[in-house]
């Protein structure tokens, strides 16, 4: 990464919860709510979009790492906003600080990790294997 991000750095995403995000589209006798790894996803796209900015050529962001709490349900139709902010850097990993929200209350927060990767690289030794 070659344009430094600054700590405080932010990035955001919104989703409408669809049917597919939730327990029951995994297995019926479970409830219609927003499952932890969509919700997770959420989170990790915020992430992506916080950092993608300093990111040159074919370099992206993958997540490494997830601390993640699921405090609160939220059910088909709710609109959930995910938000990231650069938390810290180490010099190679980059820890964000991640919430979501629905309508009414606080859903999830906690942590997620990313790294810098070349998606030339790193394809070509997905190849390899």
Same mark, same amino acid.
């Given at each position: 990464?070659?344009?430094? #991000?600054?700590?405080?750095?932010? $990035?955001?995403?919104?989703?409408? %919860?669809? @049917?597919?995000?939730?327990?029951?589209?995994?297995?019926?006798? !479970?409830?219609?709510? !927003?499952?932890?790894?969509?919700?997770?996803?959420?989170?990790?796209?915020? $992430?992506?979009?916080? !950092?993608?900015?300093?990111?040159?050529?074919?370099?992206?962001?993958? $997540?490494?790492?997830?601390?993640?709490?699921?405090? #609160?349900?939220? $059910? %088909?139709?709710?609109?959930?906003?995910?938000?990231?902010? !650069?938390?810290? @850097?180490?010099?190679?990993?980059? %820890?964000?600080?991640?919430?979501?929200?629905?309508?009414?209350?606080?859903?999830?927060?906690?942590?997620?990790?990313? #790294?810098? %990767?070349?998606?030339?690289?790193?394809? #070509?030794?997905?190849?390899?294997?």
């Amino acid at each position: 990464m070659a344009k430094p #991000a600054l700590i405080g750095t932010k $990035g955001s995403f919104e989703q409408t %919860v669809e @049917f597919q995000h939730t327990l029951t589209y995994y297995d019926h006798r !479970l409830p219609p709510v !927003l499952s932890t790894p969509d919700m997770i996803r959420f989170m990790e796209t915020a $992430g992506f979009l916080a !950092l993608q900015p300093y990111c040159e050529g074919d370099e992206i962001t993958v $997540g490494t790492a997830i601390s993640i709490e699921h405090r #609160a349900p939220t $059910g %088909v139709g709710g609109r959930v906003k995910a938000e990231a902010e !650069l938390e810290s @850097f180490d010099g190679r990993f980059y %820890v964000l600080r991640v919430r979501a929200n629905d309508d009414a209350q606080e859903i999830g927060r906690g942590t997620v990790t990313r #790294a810098v %990767v070349s998606v030339g690289k790193f394809m #070509a030794r997905m190849q390899s294997k």
